[in-house]
Each structure stands twice: as C-alpha cells, then as structure tokens.
C-alpha cells in the first residue's frame, strides 16, 4: 500500500530514473506510506488527506536525493553539506513539524489531560464519591480528602 504513486515521485525529482532507480524509489513510498500510517493512522489508499500523500511523496523524494545519508559532498573547489540530516540520513524519515502533522491529521492531540484515579480493587464512584478517598479500614465511610466537602478548591 502507498499513498503516492512513481509517477507523482518522479514528478518531484529532476533527473530520469534508471531501474535500480526505481525500484528503490518504490521501495522508498511503500517505507513513507508505513511510516506515514504509524505516525498518523492507516487510512485507506484512496481516502487519505492530500497532505498525508504531500508528506509521503517528500519524504521518499528527500531519501531518493541522498540515499546513504551523506551529510558532505566535495567536488574540486565545491562543497555541498547538509545539516538538518542527523541520525536518519541514509532512511526515509519524517521530520518532527511532519511527524506532528501527522499525528494531527489523525485527529491525535498531544497535551495535558485529566484521568480519573482510583485504588486497585475499588469501583469509580463518580460524583457521589468525589472529594473523598477509598481506604481498606472502612469501605462503606470514604475518608474526606479536603478541609471543605461543600468547596474543595
């Protein structure tokens, strides 16, 4: 399964593939497409987010550019580095602000948020129980957990 296709690949490459080329190259949308379903979640191939597709095809496009992952070329007199590359040279990779697009795509928020807790071998009480504490002693008679049950806060 791949969220982009070689055609639209090779679109956003500026030279002609050779057949090693290419079968990397498909190699390289089926590894995004992975990574693209982890991060964000595994949509059906034809129904994914434009930008899901967007992501994928610039993320192989990225590896096809620099397949081991070189992070300095030298010529004679030139010298071609690149620095925003780090662990994942020489794999396909998404970069973190992709990776949280992603995530969002998928309808995934990171952040804060509230669970309710409550000790092992006990039931929620919900409301009813709210400002007081489970204890093993006195089941039936929670102990109070603020100064003020009618105010905690």
Do not use: C
Request: aromatic letters at 10%; glycine letters at 10%.
């Amino acid at each position: 399964m791949a969220y982009a296709t070689l055609d639209e690949l090779k679109g956003r490459l500026d030279w002609d593939l050779d057949p090693d080329e290419l079968r990397i190259a498909a190699g390289a949308l089926e590894d995004a497409s992975d990574l693209a379903a982890t991060y964000g979640r595994d949509w059906p191939e034809g129904a994914a987010p434009r930008l899901v597709k967007t992501l994928v095809l610039k993320s192989a496009a990225r590896y096809m550019r620099n397949p081991n992952g070189y992070t300095q070329s030298r010529a004679g007199d030139e010298t071609l580095a690149w620095s925003d590359i780090g662990r994942d040279g020489g794999t396909v990779y998404f970069s973190r602000e992709e990776i949280r697009l992603l995530e969002e795509l998928a309808g995934r928020k990171r952040g804060i948020t509230s669970v309710a807790v409550f000790a092992w071998g006990t039931k929620s009480r919900g409301q009813a129980a709210a400002g007081h504490v489970p204890v093993d002693y006195s089941p039936a008679s929670p102990f109070p957990m603020f100064e003020d049950e009618a105010n905690p806060w």
